[in-house]
């Protein structure tokens, strides 16, 4: 079993910033990659961020200049710095990973149960 728990979502004014982070617990070998989705009520889920383990970097074009993914690796953590959030930002946020399980050839995707942020004045 493998679980990812995100934190840090909330209420912020538009031009505000917020900080999520996902931590993975469980049955991990190795973590492939670490990032985040989002979903706005009534649109598909689509790519913000991934972080892979060779050090490359994914961003979606709708928030590529505005926010920064960061992987702590010993600590199987991954970090989403959001800036000048705007009202268009609100959606639940996921943490999604692709991870070996001990034990398992293929990497397993696995999502966590996702974060509101909601940027409004």
């Known amino acids: 079993q493998v679980h990812l728990v995100e934190s840090g979502g909330g209420l912020v004014q538009p031009g505000g910033s917020l900080r999520l982070s996902c931590v993975a617990s469980?049955?991990?070998?190795?973590?492939?990659?670490m990032g985040w989705f989002r979903q706005a009520p009534g649109k598909e889920r689509e790519l913000v961020a991934r972080?892979?383990?060779?050090?490359?970097?994914h961003y979606g074009d709708s928030v590529k200049d505005r926010c920064t993914i960061s992987r702590d690796i010993p600590k199987k953590t991954a970090h989403l710095q959001l800036d000048s959030l705007k009202p268009e930002d609100t959606a639940v946020y996921y943490c999604?990973?692709?991870?070996?399980?001990?034990?398992?050839?293929?990497?397993?995707?696995?999502w966590g149960q996702g974060v509101q942020i909601t940027v409004s004045s």
């Open positions: 999604h990973a692709a991870i070996f399980e001990r034990g398992r050839g293929l990497p397993g995707s696995f």
């Open positions: 469980g049955n991990i070998f190795s973590i492939a990659q």
């Open positions: 972080a892979h383990s060779d050090g490359e970097i």
